[in-house]
């Protein structure tokens, strides 16, 4: 199946779940601390994207969930080094993003249509399409969030 032609559903499923709460995740205990170095040259990327907390912790979340549903799929330590980066109001706002967007990857995990059982295994692997694309070793809008080893 051609991820072009269901490019508006992705983005529709993506808002969607990312509008529904889902339950809660302690997720700063999986974030080990980064070392100084890469949040150095993280922090550098983010000015000079001229991201903000809130854009941040979407790609945060995005690597997150990716990391929990996509094959082979692992966050770096550029990711691990994102929350580093925040202090404050700005790490209040970084992490209401981060949980708003994993929540929504966890709820496309969790997706059950008796309708059409087929929809949801469509919905992962377009997410993951787009993580990689976006936040992946080569991404178009945060590289080198995640990483991917192949069996």
Same mark, same amino acid.
């Given at each position: 199946?051609? &991820?072009?032609?269901?490019?508006? &559903?992705?983005?529709? *499923?993506?808002?969607?779940?990312?509008?529904?709460?889902?339950?809660?995740?302690?997720?700063?205990?999986?974030?080990?601390?980064?070392?100084?170095? *890469?949040?150095? %040259?993280?922090?550098?990327?983010?000015?000079?994207?001229?991201?903000?907390?809130?854009?941040?912790?979407?790609?945060?979340?995005?690597? /997150?969930?990716?990391?929990? /549903?996509? %094959?082979?799929?692992?966050?770096?330590?550029?990711?691990?080094? /994102?929350?580093? &980066?925040?202090?404050?109001?700005?790490?209040?706002?970084?992490?209401?993003?981060?949980?708003? *967007?994993?929540?929504?990857?966890?709820?496309?995990?969790?997706?059950?249509?008796?309708?059409?059982?087929?929809?949801?295994?469509?919905? *992962?692997?377009?997410?993951?399409?787009?993580?990689? %694309?976006?936040?992946?070793?080569?991404?178009?809008?945060?590289?080198? /969030? &995640?990483?991917?080893?192949?069996?």
């Amino acid at each position: 199946m051609s &991820l072009g032609r269901h490019k508006g &559903l992705g983005t529709l *499923i993506g808002a969607i779940a990312a509008s529904m709460f889902w339950g809660s995740m302690c997720w700063e205990a999986a974030a080990a601390e980064p070392p100084e170095d *890469i949040v150095g %040259t993280t922090r550098a990327a983010v000015t000079t994207a001229r991201l903000t907390p809130r854009d941040t912790g979407s790609r945060y979340g995005q690597a /997150l969930g990716a990391a929990e /549903l996509c %094959t082979g799929a692992k966050v770096t330590d550029k990711a691990s080094a /994102l929350p580093a &980066l925040y202090a404050d109001a700005e790490l209040d706002e970084f992490k209401a993003q981060q949980k708003k *967007i994993y929540d929504a990857w966890i709820r496309v995990k969790h997706c059950v249509r008796e309708d059409d059982p087929n929809q949801c295994k469509v919905i *992962i692997d377009e997410s993951c399409a787009a993580a990689s %694309t976006e936040i992946g070793p080569k991404g178009t809008a945060f590289p080198g /969030l &995640l990483e991917f080893s192949r069996p």
